[in-house]
């Protein structure tokens, strides 16, 4: 309950943020602010894109405590990275993103599929996705981050981050080892050097995104071969990484074009 401009007495929705605290076997590694749902995915997901969790790695067990506000994920390999939780970076992301050791690390040699990008998916993903039931939608203050396949999104998922958002991506791709040169990664937030990393790191060859870039970004996306789309509202997009893999075969003219009103939600949104 609150009150509005006009003074009136009025009640909405708010997200409810709660910290999770992750260990990796023995080892504390991180305690995230988050909404709490898929704690499993957000785990196996934060640890894979941070290098901890090895794509061969066997998980034995995954236990969450909600009482604790705890989860430990168990692996066969015994493990420790005491050196690498001491060299932390805090990123641009909301929410405070946090990233271990050199934020570079695994993406030396790499070079994603060279995956085309038809125009029709991005204009149709871009529809869909934007009108789904969203906490977003219902009480903003959120980021999400979706998985696709061509025009078809597969997974979504939100959170108060859009780093976790994205973890929780990561981590449903572990645990149902799914293949990921066909898909198309869709974020609700900025397309930073952070957000590009944890695509590259997932092997996802597209990048899309409502909103901007930043220039580290587009450099790491250049140097990995990620094809990069921002801006992507109604009938516009700009795409600042592997243009030659774009495939204009949407009629821009039967497109919708965005409303004012839904442009400013999204730059609350942004």
């Known amino acids: 309950m609150g009150t509005d401009h006009t003074g009136a007495k009025t009640e909405i929705r708010v997200v409810e943020e709660r910290p999770l605290t992750i260990f990796l076997n023995s080892q504390e590694i991180v305690t995230a602010m988050t909404i709490g749902d898929y704690p499993e995915y957000l785990a196996l997901g934060f640890l894979r894109n941070q290098g901890m969790l090895l794509s061969d790695d066997i998980v034995t067990g995954v236990d969450f405590d909600e009482e604790l506000e705890t989860i430990v994920v168990r692996t066969e390999r015994e493990t420790s990275y005491e050196e690498k939780v001491k060299k932390k970076t805090r990123t641009s992301g909301c929410a405070v993103g946090t990233v271990f050791g050199d934020m570079m690390e695994g993406l030396e040699g790499l070079t994603l599929p060279q995956a085309e990008l038809r125009t029709s998916w991005l204009y149709s993903l871009s529809k869909t996705i934007n009108t789904m039931p969203s906490l977003y939608l219902e009480a903003g203050a959120i980021h999400g981050t979706v998985l696709c396949r061509e025009d078809q999104p597969l997974v979504y998922m939100e959170d108060v981050g859009r ?93 919708p074009k965005e409303d004012r009103k839904h442009r400013r939600k999204s730059a609350l949104h942004d």
């Open 163 to 255: 780093h976790n958002a994205v973890d929780k991506i990561a981590g449903w791709l572990f645990r149902h080892q799914e293949e990921t040169e066909d898909k198309i990664l869709y974020t609700t937030g900025r397309l930073t050097s952070e957000m590009v990393i944890k695509t590259a790191q997932m092997g996802i060859p597209v990048l899309a995104s409502r909103s901007g870039f930043t220039a580290w970004g587009v450099e790491i996306a250049r140097q990995v071969g990620l094809t990069l789309v921002g801006r992507l509202r109604g009938q516009r997009f700009v795409c600042l990484s592997g243009e030659d893999r774009l495939i204009f075969d949407a009629d821009v003219t039967s497109v």
